[in-house]
C-alpha cells in the first residue's frame, strides 16, 4: 500500500512563496493545507507545486479556489505549478485553468527556485 499522507514544505523570499505539495489533498487535509498557506498569502507571487500531488478532491479544488481569490485580494497571483498527471486530469475535467494559471514548470511561472 502507497504512503498517501499529505506533506507540505513552502520556500519563501520576498515577494514570492513555493507551497510544495505532496501525497492526497483532500477533505481530510485541506485544513492543513491552509494552514501551511496562511502566511504565504500577501506575497506577491504564490505558486502551488503540485508534482507530488497523487489525488485531488473536490473539496481541495474548492479550496485552491479561494486561496486564488484571497491571495488576489492580497494584490498577489497564485499559480499551479507541475501538476502530476492524476492532479493535472481532475485540473482538465474541473477547467479549473479558466480561474488559476496551471504551468509546467517552476521557470514557466516567471521564476526559478533553488
Known sequence: MRDTKL??????????????????????????FEA???????????????????????????TLVGAQRRVAEAGGRLVLVAPSQPVRRVLDIA?????IPVVATLAEAGTSVA
Open 95 to 99: 477547467t479549473l485553468d479558466r480561474f
Open 36 to 62: 501551511e498557506l496562511e502566511p504565504s498569502l500577501s506575497a506577491g507571487l504564490v505558486l502551488i507545486e503540485l508534482a507530488g500531488c497523487t489525488f485531488l478532491d473536490s473539496s481541495a479544488l474548492r
Open 7 to 32: 506533506s507540505l514544505s513552502t520556500e519563501a523570499s520576498e515577494g514570492l512563496a513555493v507551497v510544495h505539495v505532496a501525497g492526497d489533498f483532500d477533505l481530510s487535509t485541506v485544513a492543513t
